[in-house]
């Protein structure tokens, strides 16, 4: 069935530095999307991308979608402890009627 | 709006209780799911819904039952509890499921359940 894998499963940074989590799939995404889920919270949704080669901005957050719609990243610049959580990536199953989510990746920030 | 409800918050079952676990939106979405989420395993689908009358398996279906009677509910039933079943569990809907574009999902707060 339709899988993505993101990695790394964990990442601790100090305050102010960068951070990258990678999803890829061994098939061609119509869609991926990315959510946030705070310590203790539910999945709340960030973005979705559609198109190859998409790039899209949040503020201290880039988002890009592989030009083959095989892989997508989520970059934070220069985090802050307001960013601590767990991000995961979803995308469609192949029929397009359920959204499968990877293992995500927990993000700790110390200041 | 109350988006996306559930109840219970918590619950703590004995092994070969059942019980229902109940969600309700209020944004008159089409498609509806539920997820457990295991330390270290993300979230996995269990069942879901693209509309009334109509209901899918997900990737770990068993041991679960679900119902799409109405629009608005789709509870899920544990029909025979096991301590494997420990986890917190997510309800989900989205306006539809279906198109390239996809749709924003909204999760309620969880339901954490354990079972003794």
């Known amino acids: 069935g339709q899988q993505v894998m993101q990695i790394p499963q964990y990442q601790h940074v100090q305050e102010g530095e960068d951070f990258t989590t990678y999803c890829n799939s061994s098939t061609t995404l119509s869609n991926i999307q990315w959510y946030k889920q705070r310590p203790g919270g539910h999945p709340v949704f960030l973005i979705q991308l559609v198109k190859s080669g998409e790039v899209k901005k949040q503020k201290r957050l880039t988002f890009q979608f592989g030009e083959a719609k095989k892989n997508s990243s989520l970059h934070i610049t220069a985090t802050q402890t307001t960013d601590v959580g767990t991000y995961f990536c979803?995308?469609?199953?192949?029929?397009?009627?359920?959204?499968?989510f990877g293992k995500g990746t927990t993000l700790s920030v110390s200041s | 709006n109350a988006g996306v409800t559930q109840t219970p918050k918590f619950q703590v079952l004995k092994t070969g209780q059942s019980m229902t676990l109940q969600c309700a939106q209020d944004m008159n979405h089409e498609y509806m799911s539920w997820y457990r989420q295991d330390p270290g395993m993300g979230l996995r689908l269990i069942h879901y819904s693209v509309g009334a009358g109509i209901t899918d398996q997900g990737e770990v279906p068993n041991g679960y039952n679900v119902s799409r009677s109405t629009t608005e509910d789709f509870p899920l039933r544990l029909l025979s509890a096991a301590p494997s079943q420990t986890s917190v569990y997510f309800c989900?809907?989205?306006?539809?499921?279906?198109?390239?574009?996809?749709?924003?999902?909204?999760f309620g707060p969880g339901t954490r359940l354990t079972v003794t």
């Open positions: 989900a809907s989205s306006y539809s499921s279906s198109g390239t574009g996809g749709y924003e999902q909204y």
């Open positions: 979803a995308a469609n199953n192949q029929a397009g009627t359920a959204l499968i």
